[in-house]
């Protein structure tokens, strides 16, 4: 059985409520304190943060991660790092999977009954209303890789737009005349973003795309994309809204189209996963500056809300092109 608070009063030959006091910060004697922390030590003891946090009414240590979409490779990717960041600073995680796509707010009352010190979202949207009850209840949201227009709620994001149209530019720049885009899921900031980057950078340099599709960010939409859309065009240049779209999208040239990724088909993808390196792949892509990302999510956890307008605090941070073997280039000029 766990040890317990009174157990540990009961050796150390003091009250229960000095005990409390002890692992608390309050008031107690060095020798009280010295012999209540070496028998919690003895037995095992370790306070309950959630329950002392009902009783005080004081926020805990622990930061509440809603992540949807969770087996998308990106996401346990950014949450690995998002432990290990807020570890640094002393700082737990209680992570809650939400619906993909949708509204999180049956999913953040939960949260916050645990009394967390902040709310960071990925992957999902929460609701004006619901935005509102957590800023009542002085709890910060930060909505990571994504942000609602007209939610007064901060959000940090890669720079999309630019992103995509950094991709636009390196497919024409190697003359690639057929190109086409194939997107995740329509209703959500990051798909808007980059097809509306990628699309207008082609109109600025007299181009239309050649094949325009979106419906979720998924390997096997991305493969059956392919499989359909690809078949019998002419595109010969792809850029798809995420690495796993990509993944499939290359998967199916291969084994469905039976065609040469770049030779025949290049692929672009977004986010730079683990994956997109590997030698298979070798996916060109647009890396997501996680770690900084992270940092600024992490530092405006505890920063109030101006509560004098509803306009978003939208952080947009600038990505990185990685060039690698699934893009077909022009020889260097000498």
Same mark, same amino acid.
């Given at each position: ?113 645990? =009394?967390? !010190? +902040?709310? /960071?979202?990925?992957? &999902? ?5 619901? @935005?509102? #009850?957590?800023?009542? %209840? ?39 005349t057929k190109i086409g885009y194939i997107g995740g899921n329509p209703n959500t900031?990051?798909?808007?973003? =980059?097809? !509306? +980057?990628? /699309?207008?950078?082609? &109109? ?5 795309? @050649?094949? #325009?599709?979106?419906? %979720? ?41 039976k065609l040469r990724v770049p030779e025949d088909i290049s692929v672009v993808g ?65």
């Amino acid at each position: 059985m766990p040890s317990t608070q009174k157990q540990v009063a009961r050796l150390a030959g003091v009250s229960q409520s000095v005990v409390s006091r002890v692992f608390g910060g309050g008031v107690v004697s060095d020798e009280a304190k010295e012999r209540v922390l070496s028998i919690a030590k003895s037995v095992g003891y370790r306070p309950d943060a959630l329950a002392r946090s009902l009783v005080t009414q004081r926020q805990t240590d622990i930061v509440g991660i809603v992540m949807a979409d969770i087996m998308n490779p990106f996401y346990p990717y950014v949450l690995e790092k998002f432990i290990s960041a807020l570890q640094k600073q002393g700082l737990q995680v209680l992570l809650f999977n939400a619906p993909r796509d949708k509204d999180v707010d049956e999913e953040l009352s939960l949260v916050l009954q645990y =009394r967390v !010190r +902040g709310i /960071i979202i990925t992957s &999902a949207s929460l609701s004006s209303r619901m @935005a509102a #009850v957590c800023r009542e %209840n002085h709890t910060s949201v930060v909505l990571f890789n994504r942000y609602i227009p007209n939610t007064p709620t901060w959000a940090v994001s890669c720079d999309n737009v630019r992103g995509a149209r950094e991709i636009a530019d390196l497919l024409l720049d190697n003359k690639h005349t057929k190109i086409g885009y194939i997107g995740g899921n329509p209703n959500t900031s990051t798909n808007r973003d =980059r097809k !509306r +980057g990628f /699309i207008e950078r082609l &109109a600025e340099r007299g181009k239309k795309p @050649a094949l #325009v599709e979106d419906r %979720n960010y998924s390997y096997e939409w991305g493969y059956e994309a392919a499989s359909g859309f690809l078949r019998g065009s002419s595109v010969n240049a792809v850029f798809c809204a995420n690495d796993i779209i990509a993944l499939g999208v290359m998967d199916a040239i291969r084994s469905e189209l039976k065609l040469r990724v770049p030779e025949d088909i290049s692929v672009v993808g977004f986010d730079d996963i683990p994956q997109a390196s590997w030698p298979l792949y070798s996916l060109t892509t647009l890396r997501q500056p996680v770690d900084e990302m992270i940092d600024v999510a992490i530092n405006l956890l505890d920063r109030d809300l101006d509560r004098k307008t509803r306009e978003p605090r939208i952080n947009l941070i600038k990505g990185e092109l990685v060039p690698r073997s699934s893009v077909r280039l022009l020889p260097a000029k000498r």
